[in-house]
């Protein structure tokens, strides 16, 4: 994945009037920031750095399949800045989907910029079902979502092996309308990929979140959160 993907969106992200009718975050939790669960039922508990979710199903981020109910926390900065993120948890999704015969059983966890429902952009460690024993990802998920529908923007799929260490880093970067993701597999050494140019206000909202449409519950870990305004 040693390649920089530089995506022209559609028009409609030109003419894009944000939608104001959100969800009220439930609470805050200290360093990560306030706390959106449309449905109310996940668990999130933070410990010492950690920040561990865990969810049922369907609990997802598009709308063409399902909805965008799956539980984040979010806070917000303005400007330039990057964002990055360890991952790590259950990718095991059951092959049966809570979302069938939409989509497939998925399991997926990490970072989100977030302007509203009808605009964000997701990066994250993934994975999902073909078939019984037959797993496949995007390495990683890096998908700019247009009214809650995939625009895309991720790499192509690959087997879910890319996914081979119990760990995965994330990081999105901004500087004005560029926004890059990049991966590494140990926090030390990086992979840059993807890169797409979209208009953003000066105000955006950044943090986690946890996606899951295999019919049995998905638990993540977060560790090691860092925003640095740049």
Request: hydrophobic letters at 40%.
């Amino acid at each position: 994945m040693n390649r920089l993907c530089v995506v022209a969106l559609s028009l409609i992200l030109f003419t894009h009037v944000p939608s104001f009718a959100q969800s009220k975050p439930l609470k805050m939790i200290e360093g990560w920031g306030s706390v959106i669960d449309k449905k109310n039922d996940s668990k999130l508990k933070p410990s010492s750095g950690r920040l561990t979710m865990t969810v049922g199903s369907p609990r997802n981020l598009n709308k063409v399949i399902s909805d965008l109910s799956a539980p984040r926390v979010l806070q917000e900065v303005e400007g330039d800045f990057t964002i990055q993120v360890k991952v790590s948890g259950d990718f095991k999704p059951s092959p049966a989907s809570a979302v069938a015969p939409r989509g497939k059983a998925y399991n997926g966890a990490g970072l989100l910029l977030w302007f509203d429902e009808d605009l964000f952009l997701r990066l994250e460690r993934n994975i999902w079902v073909d078939a019984p024993g037959i797993e496949s990802c995007h390495p990683p998920l890096f998908e700019v979502m247009v009214k809650g529908a995939p625009t895309g923007t991720s790499p192509p799929p690959a087997p879910a092996t890319f996914f081979n260490t119990p760990a995965t880093w994330l990081r999105l970067s901004r500087k004005g309308d560029s926004v890059t993701g990049s991966v590494s597999h140990n926090g030390t050494e990086w992979t840059t990929g993807s890169s797409v140019s979209m208009p953003l206000p000066k105000k955006v909202s950044v943090g986690v979140a946890a996606v899951n449409t295999s019919k049995k519950s998905f638990k993540v870990s977060f560790e090691e959160l860092q925003l640095t305004k740049e």
